[in-house]
């Protein structure tokens, strides 16, 4: 049986990505720290399609556990989707939150991506998807950090894509834009979002795993996503930060 693992996979988009992998008969390991998510995969999912491991994704020593725990498994497709973002000016923000996240953004998908990539090579075999955003692609002020490690995991995926093009491998990365999800409901408030440019996660989901079966380094779905990244590249760096600030104090108010 072909087998996948998906992080952050028991809600949200993450739970879009298991849902194809089992349609396409993978057997897929769910990582999540969630309990409740996980405990309700069962009335989702069969059960014989998944197996679920309870891990907090955030720590430094969770690639290595998740890789001991399945470098016998034979897994064919990574997809390291978990993630979360933190909302406010970065002197007035957390650091242990701050910090947590860029070890699972930076430090944790870069390590995982690692470990299941050599084993992917000496197959000569595999696929592994990314999930960065449009805000990969310009400064965030009031969420810095954030954006600023979805930029890495761009630039990360885009330059190991290339390193492996001579291989039969596929690694993606997938950058949506506003998505109905835990994630936004947790960064912006209930009144007055600006959601004129919501995707659903199924949606988002069939694009990114699409793109990944068809080797495409870098998709961003929707067409007003597309061309915000497009105004980003024409527009000078401060325009686009101070549109970036109105947006997200606008989700805030």
Known sequence: MKTAVVTGGASGIGLEFVKLLIKDDYKVFIVDNNKENLSE??????????????LDLAKRKSPKKIYKKLKNENIEVLINN??????????????????EMINLHVLNTAHLTKL???????????????????????????????????????HFTEAISNEVKDKN???SVLCPGQTKTNFQE???????????????????????????????TVSVPG???KIIVFLNRILPRSTSTNLVRYIQEKNRD
């Open 41 to 54: 995969l069962n009335n989702i999912i069969s059960k014989n399609k998944f197996q679920s491991i309870r």
């Open 223 to 225: 067409f007003l996503n």
């Open 116 to 154: 299941f990539l050599k084993d992917m090579i000496k197959k000569n075999n595999g696929k592994i998807l990314n999930i960065a955003s449009v805000a990969a692609f310009q400064p965030g002020p009031m969420m810095s950090l954030y954006y600023a490690t979805k930029a890495f995991i761009l």
């Open 169 to 171: 491998i596929s690694i």
């Open 82 to 99: 978990a993630g979360f973002g933190t909302f406010g000016k970065f002197y007035k923000t957390e650091w242990k939150r701050e910090a």
């Open 186 to 216: 947790s960064v912006s408030s209930k009144k007055n979002k600006i959601n004129f440019n919501t995707s659903c996660p199924i949606k988002v989901a069939k694009y990114g795993y699409n793109a990944l079966k068809k080797n495409i």
